[in-house]
């Protein structure tokens, strides 16, 4: 069970979209439909922002869009925000029962 | 409004046992839901511990499976995590979570995070 792939960091102006990949295998992300992703500020606790690859909680804005495609997943934010500055982090279910994260993405609006 | 909230030891020595335990208020935990135990090191990424369901169903990290235990007390609306002989590797915040869908697999409520350093 290794860490999903998650690129460092990605930066994006505000207005503009960013694209944050997560790439696995076909034991966890290319072969099921549990996948999410989450945002966490600076000395908080994550915040659930995609479940069921591309599904939103209720309060997260339409902004944050997910999708899969084969062993990679990937989280856009579009309009970019300041408060969007956050590392991210995906999550795959990886099959008997367990779960695998990804090492993170901070992103940094210029 | 779904609340929890994490309480143990300020520290734990090597080859000690580390105990933790979230209280959760704002929801029965015999209602339903899945909870679990998740950790970050310091400066890392978030690792998945461990998780129960309500009706004290475990799922374990298998990194972790040999030294970790997750258990519900419904009469108190608690659920607790003990890790066994902890190294300075365990030293992380470990937070607890509200777990949902198939087999708890969102976490969408968090507790704040507590830190606990694992030093002589």
């Known amino acids: 069970q290794s860490a999903l792939t998650q690129p460092r960091s990605v930066s994006g102006s505000p207005g503009q979209s960013v694209t944050i990949s997560c790439t696995g295998t076909?034991?966890?992300?290319?072969?099921?439909?549990?996948v999410s992703w989450y945002q966490q500020h600076p000395g908080k606790a994550p915040q659930l922002m995609t479940f069921?690859?591309?599904k939103r909680p209720s309060g997260v804005p339409d902004r944050f869009s997910a999708s899969k495609s084969g062993n990679t997943a990937s989280l856009t934010i579009s309009g970019l925000q300041a408060e969007d500055e956050a590392d991210y982090y995906c999550?795959?279910?990886?099959?008997?029962?367990?779960?695998?994260f990804g090492g993170g993405t901070k992103l940094t609006v210029l | 409004q779904v609340q929890l909230q994490e309480s143990g030891p300020g520290l734990v020595k090597p080859s000690e046992t580390l105990s933790l335990t979230c209280t959760v208020s704002?929801?029965?935990?015999?209602?339903?839901?899945?909870w679990g135990w998740l950790r970050q090191p310091p400066g890392e990424g978030l690792d998945w511990i461990a998780t129960?369901?309500?009706?004290?169903?475990?799922y374990y990290n298998p990194s972790l499976r040999s030294r970790a235990t997750i258990s519900v007390d419904t009469s108190k609306n608690q659920f607790s995590l003990k890790l066994r002989s902890v190294t300075a590797a365990d030293t992380a915040v470990y937070y607890c979570?509200?777990?949902?869908?198939?087999?708890?697999?969102?976490?969408?409520?968090w507790g704040q995070g507590t830190l606990v350093p694992v030093s002589s």
């Open positions: 999550c795959s279910y990886a099959g008997s029962y367990t779960w695998v």
């Open positions: 069921d690859v591309s």
């Open positions: 129960c369901s309500h009706t004290g169903t475990t």
């Open positions: 704002g929801y029965s935990i015999s209602s339903g839901y899945y």
């Open positions: 979570a509200r777990g949902f869908g198939d087999f708890g697999t969102y976490f969408d409520y």
């Open positions: 076909s034991s966890d992300v290319g072969n099921y439909k549990y």
